[in-house]
């Protein structure tokens, strides 16, 4: 068998080729929502939540400076649908932010992050407002140690019944790591009967976390999901 021997700077350019078209063919690191599903998503589930009459009742869990909030709000309101958006977000430099952009709209900010549990925990990159801030202490928080803040956590089933929330429409989870955490923290509630659709984020994050989103995980997490076969 004769083996095909490449210098190194062929294999160099190779790798770098590859990693190039992967991220092309998976569309991956755009968060432009006119080139990625998030705009498709939203507007599909509105379209189809319309015909209830009922608001279309969005969770957005880890909202930044609510980009997001402001696409849903955007979206319900081409459609003719009445939008309630529950905002979540823990940084106090994002807070002040939220709640100055969406005064007067139908949006319910709340300062803390969704957990498993209730209490409070450091987060790193949270003082400045990080689009990547996190719970996890990730490489590169390492060298800025300052900027880390204490905030609270809540559990997000806690929060529906409270607040007499009986529908969502969908829960859409950017966490920074915490995701699993937070789905957790539903609790029953993690239903198809009560939560039609969520949409996470999986990436570096998630590993540096130590989380692995197996099928094994999905089964302990939600029974009642799969009793009726979702």
């Not at 957990?115 to 990547?132: C, M």
């Not at 490489?139 to 009986?166: C, M, W």
Request: hydrophobic letters at 40%; one cysteine or more; glycine letters at 10%.
């Amino acid at each position: 068998m004769k083996v095909r021997e490449h210098s190194p700077l062929v294999r160099r350019l190779a790798r770098a080729f590859g990693r190039l078209l992967f991220q092309w063919a998976e569309n991956n690191g755009d968060s432009r929502t006119s080139h990625n599903v998030e705009g498709w998503l939203l507007r599909k589930l509105i379209a189809r939540h319309s015909r209830t009459g009922r608001p279309f009742v969005v969770i957005d869990g880890g909202a930044n400076v609510g980009d997001y909030t402001r696409l849903a709000l955007s979206e319900a309101s081409a459609a003719g649908c009445v939008a309630e958006v529950h905002v979540f977000e823990p940084s106090p430099h994002c807070l002040s932010i939220l709640r100055t952009a969406f005064v007067g709209e139908s949006v319910t900010v709340t300062g803390a992050a969704l957990a498993a549990q209730d209490g409070e925990a450091p987060l790193f990159g949270g003082a400045t407002g990080s689009s990547q801030a996190s719970l996890t202490k990730r490489s590169l928080f390492h060298e800025e140690p300052a900027d880390e803040v204490r905030v609270s956590k809540l559990r997000l089933g806690e929060y529906l019944t409270q607040n007499a929330i009986s529908r969502v429409g969908l829960h859409k989870l950017d966490a920074e790591g915490s995701e699993l955490a937070a789905l957790q923290g539903l609790g029953d509630l993690l239903a198809p009967e009560i939560i039609d659709a969520i949409q996470f984020e999986y990436g570096g994050t998630t590993a540096d976390a130590g989380i692995n989103y197996s099928y094994a995980n999905y089964v302990a997490l939600a029974p009642r999901c799969r009793a009726n076969g979702s």
